[in-house]
């Protein structure tokens, strides 16, 4: 919600969304699973991770409230890291009065995306560094024989943007992109002016396909399969 510049503004969008959405105000759900977008939060190993010390693993990277926002975590599916974020204490009020007699969990959105990518088709056991494109934000992970080494998101405003952050990645972690390759989900096509710049600077570069851990409906077939992994991957996070 790029207009919305305050807690109030966020709940009064969702209020509106959710009045004229006859299956996000059904009953009948017995789980519900939420995945928010911010950008305060940290990866911590899980061997270092304390439930109470959630504001201290955040406060070194994030300019933290207590009186605006709560502080959670996710255990992603391998179990080897902890993801823990902020959560408006508005927005969490909006969806505990809707969800009253539901149980709902929230999650961080670079949990669905590390969970998807870890139980993709695509996923190797193989170094590898794979993309997801976000609204005006690219998230970069390289995983190595089925461990996380690297997961960052960075802010685009431009194309050159999508350059200087892969290189600087690769470099930084001595990964031979033209040898090893890149892995692209997100909101991009294959036909799209990006896609095609990108191509002509990474010659080894594929777009992943759809989640592994989920059959999908005919429905679906018109959905380009490297598209909405952040939201299919929700259902992996714990």
């Known amino acids: 919600f790029p207009n919305a510049q305050t807690p109030e503004d966020r709940v009064e969008i969702l209020r509106c969304l959710f009045d004229e959405h006859h299956f996000l105000m059904a009953n009948f759900w017995n789980a519900v699973k939420i995945s928010i977008k911010t950008r305060k939060f940290s990866l911590v190993p899980q061997g270092a991770f304390k439930e109470n010390a959630l504001f201290d693993y955040l406060k070194y990277n994030a300019d933290l409230d207590p009186n605006v926002e709560s502080y959670h975590f996710n255990h992603l599916n391998f179990n080897e890291i902890a993801t823990v974020f902020g959560f408006e204490k508005k927005v969490k009020a909006f969806y505990d009065s809707i969800y009253q007699n539901v149980q709902y969990q929230v999650s961080h959105q670079s949990c669905g995306i590390i969970n998807g990518i870890f139980n993709s088709k695509n996923k190797t056991r193989n170094k590898k560094i794979y993309l997801y494109v976000d ?104």
């Open 135 to 238: 609204r005006g934000r690219l998230h970069i992970l390289l995983i190595d024989d089925q461990r996380l080494i690297y997961y960052n998101q960075f802010l685009i405003n431009q194309f050159t943007d999508y350059l200087k952050y892969i290189n600087l990645v690769a470099k930084e972690l001595n990964y031979n992109i033209a040898i090893n390759g890149l892995i692209l989900w997100g909101y991009i096509r294959k036909n799209s002016a990006h896609y095609k710049e990108l191509s002509k600077y990474y010659k080894n570069i594929t777009f992943g396909g759809s989640p592994s851990f989920l059959t999908q409906g005919f429905m679906f077939d018109e959905i380009p399969e490297h598209h909405f992994l952040d939201v299919y991957g929700i259902y992996l996070c714990q």
